[in-house]
């Protein structure tokens, strides 16, 4: 009962040519094909282009492949057995070596739609036709069989071909698989390597599409991840030694502590030889699943290499009767069957032939239970499973299409055979398979003919006897949201070389909190230095891109690892300078009661009337309000103080500067008159105080207006001093607080000239000499100030404002009452009326 018709084989038969004879067969209803890599190397004759090539020859055997075609065997005799699948068909089989290389797969695929009779000549029966096929192991290998059978729609099911191009529909209709794509086994393995803090990664890959694509995913996503790629190698099993040895060389002078292979059997087996030649050791190996469960690489002579190596890997199960079955394999079960005493004699170092020297004879009563063998093996059964579940998987297919078991209310309804069976009915009944294994494993395939991915992470430990045994750490589930896919469990991790110290592979150290990245130019982006922020700037994790700016009321602190609030800066009373200046206010205020008592307890003398006691005392109390309001300078910035201190140091000053206006006027008044008699000033009272009230009234006007159209206001000095908020007094309007200055100061000038002008009176009663000192250190001070004012920094601004208006007070008070004081005090015999009307018109008539 073929797949195809007789005109269909013909052709077949004029395009494949000759095929080849299948290692293991059997007969039955449905036949399934099988190609597996039974042997891993193959010769390479010499192409002379003169004689006819010599045929491809594989050799060296290679038992977990045995393994796989001993468990598709397994698992048809199991479906065979079943009363519940295709309960009235048999299944045959029909296994082909594809040796790992696309040549023997070409070959092998050819075998298995031909078939092996040969008639009149030719080599092609409908009566050996496969209605699907079990491999192959390796992507390349898949390919080639698939351009081949995909012209046929033959559906081919691998266990092991995890190239992610084979997930293409269009290119490859008839293929499904039991094994995920490397689209996510790549993309696991670049967020394994990001999540472990491994940025800096050499890699190594077989050079075929599995290798290549495989690669290629991973590096995409590497990048993605911020994973950077110190060098990129790849390998083929049938290069030269030296091109092998120069990748291992690569690999040791490398950087990189962390080596991502992926690499097949194959090229894993000849680089790890090389890698024993050269000593490479204590790399952290992450590796593919194409080798990282492989059985016959978990011994001591790959220990100092492989020991703590990571990678994923499919969900290992049980399989029941299995390591029964594969003990019962024996060259007895077929005597003329060239494999299996091929299998016999390298699992027992044994031959059948007696001549060869120094081997012992095979017998073929020696015992598989006796010894330990990758074959017996089912400690890991990953993807013996996959061939397992390939083969249940057409098994349903067919049970499906011949409607088996599904007439009315008969249980276990004999099959309906089709003699019109088309291939493509088989890979539409494969779609829609969805079954449960007993071991309660889902199969099913998605639109590309994927099954689900989900993935244990494995890790390569040493158990107490010194075998290397496999233990799960994690897993991966591509079908969960992105932040649940990947999950590491409790279990310590063992690193390369056995070590419980997880390697750093870094092209630069990591850097700090208070530093940012810096890409160094012509480098990956992972090969950075490290620039500490900037002031006003912080990174608070380590490895920071970029360091982001404080808020405007908060700066970095001294490692620029957070933002900390500013330092609040106002002159306060509570530091030397404003403690200092506080104490200078109280002692001028203080100084000039003093004098006002002198003044008070002498107010009858000659000498304090002739100085027009009453504008003495106002003058006396505008200087105690002028040394008091530079208090209102001192301490925190508020609403009122701000109003306060300009304002009223503007009137006090404007007060001050009114009296000694009226007092000069005075005094020139008194002595440019041309009778003796009027040398006393006799000023009308009542004139004086209209003259000081004028004056001071007008600076009291200017000052509401400023309160009232812009009054100062309390304000945080940002800009001045990034580092510090500077708490000062807004003027609110600059022309208010210049107008205030600016007539004070025009009052203090006419008080100059006026006292200039009146400077040579006579000696015993010359008081506009010493008003014109006053007026003149009083102008020197505040036309100091002014650019002072201008250039100076936050809490200094105010400083130099308190002391502009001491020096002032302070000269003003010496420099007019100091004299008259020493007179009062020191010198009380010239305190006499006949002493200054004396002298007075003595130097009057002079």
Same mark, same amino acid.
């Given at each position: 009962m073929g797949a195809f018709g007789a005109e269909e084989d013909t052709v077949l038969c004029e395009i494949m040519g000759s095929p080849e004879f299948p290692l293991l067969s059997k007969k039955g209803d449905i036949t399934i094909g099988g190609a597996f890599s039974i042997h891993i190397q193959i010769s390479k004759p010499p192409l002379s282009f003169t004689d006819k090539p010599q045929p491809l020859k594989c050799s060296r055997i290679n038992f977990r492949e045995f393994r796989f075609a001993q468990t598709m065997i397994f698992a048809i005799e199991e479906i065979n057995n079943s009363t519940s699948l295709l309960p009235n068909m048999s299944i045959g089989y029909k296994v082909f070596d594809s040796c790992g290389s696309t040549p023997p797969s070409t070959r092998a695929v050819m075998g298995l739609m031909n078939g092996e009779e040969r008639t009149l000549g030719k080599t092609c029966s409908s009566q050996s036709s496969v209605h699907a096929i079990i491999g192959a192991s390796e992507s390349s290998s898949t390919i080639v069989m698939l351009q081949i059978s995909g012209n046929f729609q033959i559906p081919v099911i691998s266990h092991f071909a995890t190239c992610a191009c084979l997930s293409n529909r269009k290119d490859y209709p008839s293929f499904?698989?039991?094994i995920p794509s490397d689209y996510y086994q790549s993309r696991a393995l670049a967020k394994l390597v990001k999540r472990l803090g491994w940025t800096w990664v050499g890699t190594v890959r077989s050079d075929n599409d599995y290798g290549n694509n495989g690669m290629a995913t991973f590096i995409m996503t590497a990048n993605q991840e911020g994973v950077c790629i110190e060098y990129s190698e790849a390998i083929s099993r049938t290069d030269p030694r030296e091109q092998v040895a120069r990748v291992v060389r690569v690999i040791r002078n490398g950087s990189a502590r962390v080596l991502v292979a992926f690499l097949a059997q194959g090229e894993m087996d000849i680089l790890l030889e090389e890698a024993l030649n050269q000593n490479m050791t204590g790399l952290q190996w992450v590796g593919s699943e194409s080798w990282i469960t492989a059985g016959h690489l978990a011994n001591k002579r790959y220990s100092a290499i492989l020991t703590g190596s990571l990678g994923f890997t499919i969900r290992k199960t049980t399989i029941t009767g299995l390591r029964e079955f594969l003990l019962q394999v024996n060259?007895?079960?077929?005597?003329?069957?060239?494999v299996l005493r091929e299998f016999w004699e390298a699992t027992f170092g044994c031959s059948f032939?007696?001549?060869?020297?120094?081997?012992?004879?095979?017998?073929g009563s020696e015992r598989l239970q006796d010894i330990n063998s990758p074959f017996t093996d089912v400690s890991e059964l990953r993807i013996s499973n996959n061939v397992y579940k390939a083969v249940y998987a057409v098994a349903h297919a067919m049970h499906n299409m011949l409607k088996c078991g599904q007439s009315g209310e008969v249980v276990n309804q004999p099959c309906i055979w089709k003699d019109d069976l088309e291939p493509k009915q088989v890979v539409k009944y494969l779609q829609g398979v969805n079954f449960t294994l007993p071991s309660g494993e889902r199969v099913l395939f998605d639109g590309n003919g994927d099954p689900a991915a989900a993935y244990e992470l494995v890790n390569w430990q040493e158990n107490q006897a010194g075998d290397t045994?496999?233990?799960?750490?994690?897993?991966?589930d591509a079908s969960l949201p992105n932040e649940k896919q990947f999950t590491m469990n409790g279990i310590n991790i063992i690193w390369a070389a056995g070590s419980l110290k997880k390697p750093q592979s870094v092209c630069s150290e990591s850097c700090l909190p208070g530093f940012r990245q810096a890409v160094i130019k012509g480098k990956p982006i992972c090969c950075f230095s490290c620039v500490p922020c900037a002031a006003g700037e912080i990174s608070n994790s380590s490895n920071s891109g970029e360091c982001s700016r404080c808020?405007?009321?908060y700066w970095s602190n001294e490692d620029h690892s957070q933002c900390v609030p500013k330092v609040i800066e106002f002159l306060s009373y509570g530091e030397t300078m404003g403690a200092l200046l506080a104490t200078s206010s109280l002692f001028g205020a203080s100084l000039t009661l003093v004098v006002t008592c002198v003044f008070f307890r002498f107010r009858h003398t000659p000498l304090v009337k002739a100085s027009n006691s009453e504008l003495s005392f106002l003058l006396l109390f505008s200087l105690t309000l002028c040394f008091l309001c530079s208090l209102t300078f001192v301490g925190r910035p508020s609403e009122w103080s701000c109003?306060?201190?300009h304002t009223a140091f503007g009137i006090t000053f404007a007060l001050c500067m009114s009296c000694i206006l009226a007092k000069t006027i005075a005094v020139v008044t008194a002595f440019k008159a041309k009778r003796p008699a009027n040398?006393?000033? =006799? *000023?009308?009272a009542p004139l004086q105080r209209t003259s000081v009230l004028s004056c001071t009234s007008l600076q009291i006007l200017v000052c509401v207006l400023w309160l009232t159209l812009a009054p100062p206001f309390p304000y945080k000095n940002t800009a001045h001093a990034p580092e510090r908020?500077?708490? =000062? *007094?807004?003027?609110?309007s600059p022309i208010g607080f210049w107008a205030v200055l600016g007539y004070i100061g025009f009052l203090a000038v006419l008080c100059f000239i006026l006292a200039f002008l009146a400077r040579k009176l006579p000696d015993n009663f010359n008081e506009a000499k010493f008003i014109t000192f006053s007026m003149l250190i009083f102008c020197a001070v505040w036309v100091t100030f002014i650019p002072a004012y201008v250039s100076s920094p936050g809490k200094f601004t105010v400083a130099i404002e308190i002391f502009a208006i001491l020096a002032s007070s302070f000269g003003l008070l010496f420099c007019i009452f100091a004299p008259k004081c020493y007179l009062l005090l020191l010198k009380p015999e010239t305190n006499t009326k006949k002493h200054m009307i004396g002298r007075n018109q003595k130097n009057h008539y002079k």
């Open positions: 499904f698989r039991t060259p007895s079960q077929d005597p003329q069957n060239k032939q007696s001549s060869l020297h120094g081997q012992s004879q095979c017998s045994v496999f233990v799960a750490v994690g897993s991966y808020p405007l009321e109003m306060l201190r040398a006393v000033p =006799q *000023c009308s908020i500077i708490l =000062q *007094c807004d003027l609110g």
